[in-house]
């Protein structure tokens, strides 16, 4: 089995930064793409950052010059840092690792969310 375990959510004001962590653990011989979805209330998730085993990134539109994704293959992590925060960017922000297990069968993991609100 596979845990991913997220961090670093939280209430704060728009223009704020935050930094959002997520590290893998378990039966993983190779994590190959790493991506940050959020979903708000009352809408579908989707999908925020990904990037590649690689570092090549790729980010939704609305969050472009503001958000960073990259990674660490060492200790098999993901990160998001979150700058010049809006209200709409408020959300439970979920990652997600393709997981190639040490048996070579391959999935998809998530964690469980973690909670960012924007708000004055």
């Known amino acids: 089995q596979v845990q991913l375990v997220e961090s670093g959510g939280g209430l704060v004001q728009p223009g704020g930064s935050l930094r959002l962590s997520c590290a893998a653990s378990?039966?993983?011989?190779?994590?190959?793409?790493m991506g940050w979805y959020r979903q708000a209330p009352g809408k579908q998730r989707e999908l925020v950052a990904a990037?590649?085993?690689?570092?090549?990134?790729d980010y939704l539109d609305s969050v472009k010059g503001r958000f960073t994704i990259s990674r660490d293959n060492a200790v098999n992590s993901v990160y998001l840092q979150m700058n010049s925060l809006k209200p709409e960017d408020t959300a439970v922000y979920y990652c997600?690792?393709?997981?190639?297990?040490?048996?070579?069968?391959?999935?998809?993991?998530w964690g469980l969310g973690t909670q960012v609100t924007v708000s004055s």
């Open positions: 990037i590649t085993s690689g570092g090549s990134a």
């Open positions: 997600k690792a393709n997981v190639l297990g040490r048996n070579l069968l391959k999935r998809d993991y």
């Open positions: 378990g039966n993983i011989f190779r994590i190959n793409g």
